[in-house]
């Protein structure tokens, strides 16, 4: 498969009243064409600001993308013009979100916010791009289309405004869909019938999906390739299937311990102790040692790096480093 985004070394910072926050601290990954690249990591790890730096929507002077650059399609978006990155934006690259209100107008008609990305970027005339939304409304399994098409917003249900969000975003055929925690906000089963439609549309287009999620259960069901994020820094990644069968970081493997099984008694339910560090107290030494059962005296005073191991799994942890790990 060809690469689609190589991301590499991205930093994004943030400068607060009480200081300079790395919230996403020298990642890289790649996105290969018709794959499903899925982000995972506890709250305030940096995952959106990560989609965020992709999308170009990290605004000065509260934040900065400071270093590292985002290959897509043989261009660095991070050197492109506004009016350039916004034409790629919603075109060649969409993003959903999981509150559909952040992106949907309030008073414009669900027609009319299909049809606006079609006029504007596929440079359809008005009646085409009626009909079209129409159709993108019925493809995400909404009934009656024509009367939705003429509703506002606030007619629709939770779980309605997310298909027309990514009727939206998939209007103009992305080569990449990022969808920050599209379906958190909905109950299981229209969860599941979002998904089963994310993945409907990529199977048609040959779209790449990079996908932020908390839950390893979507992880499970999504991903080709699993990047785990902590404090800002990517942990561990590699392929499904083996990362979920042989995890290596002890954070990915405290993670999936977390993922509730069929019978489970919610008492019984295992959760990483302690938390995430304050970003703004960071120190040199691996972010996850004071919660880590394996913690050596080295996690205390320097930084694995990510390493790639025979498995083509890649982990940053001090237990796969040999020798000075001991010391
Ligand atoms: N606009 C901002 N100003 C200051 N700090 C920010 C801003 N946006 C994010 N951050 C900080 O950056 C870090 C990463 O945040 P991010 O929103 O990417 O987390 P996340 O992994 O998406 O979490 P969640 O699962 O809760 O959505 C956090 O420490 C957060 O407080
Ligand atoms: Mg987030």
């Not at 590292?68 to 350039?84: H, R, S, V």
């Not at 970003?279 to 030494?285: F, V």
């Amino acid at each position: 498969m060809k690469h689609l985004m190589n991301v590499e070394g991205l930093s994004t910072m943030f400068y607060t009243e009480e200081g300079k926050v790395a919230a996403v601290d020298n990642v890289s990954f790649r996105v290969r064409e018709g794959e499903t690249v899925c982000i995972v990591g506890e709250s305030g790890c940096g995952k959106s600001v990560t989609a965020m730096s992709i999308m170009g929507l990290i605004e000065e002077p509260g934040g900065r993308v400071t270093g590292g650059k985002i290959e897509f399609a043989g261009e660095d978006l991070l050197k492109l013009d506004k009016n350039t990155l916004r034409a790629i934006r919603g075109n060649e690259i969409a993003m959903i979100f999981q509150e559909p209100m952040s992106s949907l107008n309030p008073v414009m008609k669900i027609a009319e916010q299909i049809m606006e990305p079609l006029m504007v970027h596929l440079k359809m005339k008005k009646k085409a791009a009626r009909e079209r939304a129409i159709e993108l409304i019925k493809q995400v399994g909404i009934s009656r289309p024509e009367q939705i098409a003429d509703s506002y917003p606030h007619e629709l249900s939770g779980g309605m405004l997310q298909r027309i969000m990514i009727a939206v975003a998939v209007s103009c055929n992305p080569k990449l869909l990022i969808a920050d925690e599209p379906t958190t906000a909905l109950d299981v089963t229209i969860q599941a019938q979002i998904l089963d439609m994310l993945r409907e549309f990529k199977e048609n287009s040959g779209m790449s999906i990079l996908l932020i999620t908390h839950d390893l259960g979507v992880v499970a069901e999504m991903a080709d390739y699993v990047i785990v994020m902590y404090s800002g820094k990517i942990v561990e990644e590699g392929e499904v299937v083996e990362l979920f069968k042989h995890p290596k970081h002890p954070y990915t493997r405290g993670l999936l311990k977390s993922k509730p099984v069929v019978g489970q008694r919610l008492e019984e339910l295992y959760s990483i102790p302690g938390q995430v560090p304050n970003p703004l107290e960071l120190e040199a030494s691996c972010y996850f040692h004071d919660r880590c059962g394996d913690c050596m005296q080295v996690c205390r005073s320097r930084q694995p790096q990510l390493k790639e191991l025979d498995s083509g799994q890649k982990v940053a942890c001090w237990l796969y480093e040999e020798v000075e790990a001991h010391v």
